[in-house]
């Protein structure tokens, strides 16, 4: 079983940036992908960006493209996400997700996830 705790949320003006961060209690963690999604009420969660184990490949939904930054420190057995520019359609609740070993990053989805965390942009 994978913990994960999400955390960095809140309240921001458009334009303004966020860092999300994800902790992860599982000591294999640097054997897993990672990612992060979002979900607003009456709506499937999406996806946003993930990560490959190593960190050195990252995918991002386009709606982030350009503006966000995904990241992992596998030391730490952390995950974060930079959002610059936010924009009020950023507004949702932020989910920090762990995939299997092994299990395709780009179409990740995951086994394991955080509690989430809220974000809300205002014009």
């Known amino acids: 079983q994978v913990r994960l705790v999400e955390s960095g949320g809140g309240s921001v003006q458009t334009g303004g940036s966020l860092r999300l961060s994800c902790a992860a209690s599982?000591?294999?963690?640097?054997?897993?992908?990672m990612g992060w999604f979002r979900q607003v009420p009456g709506k499937e969660r999406e996806f946003v960006a993930t990560?490959?184990?190593?960190?050195?490949?990252?995918f991002y939904a386009d709606s982030i493209k350009g503006r966000g930054t995904i990241s992992r420190d596998n030391a730490q057995r952390t995950v974060s996400l930079q959002i610059n520019n936010l924009k009020p359609e950023d507004t949702a609740i932020y989910y920090c997700?762990?995939?299997?070993?092994?299990?395709?990053?780009?179409?990740?989805?995951?086994?394991?996830w955080g509690q989430g965390t809220q974000v809300t942009v205002s014009s």
């Open positions: 997700g762990a995939g299997d070993a092994g299990a395709p990053v780009n179409t990740l989805r995951p086994r394991y």
């Open positions: 599982e000591l294999s963690f640097s054997n897993l992908p």
């Open positions: 990560i490959t184990p190593s960190g050195r490949s990252t």
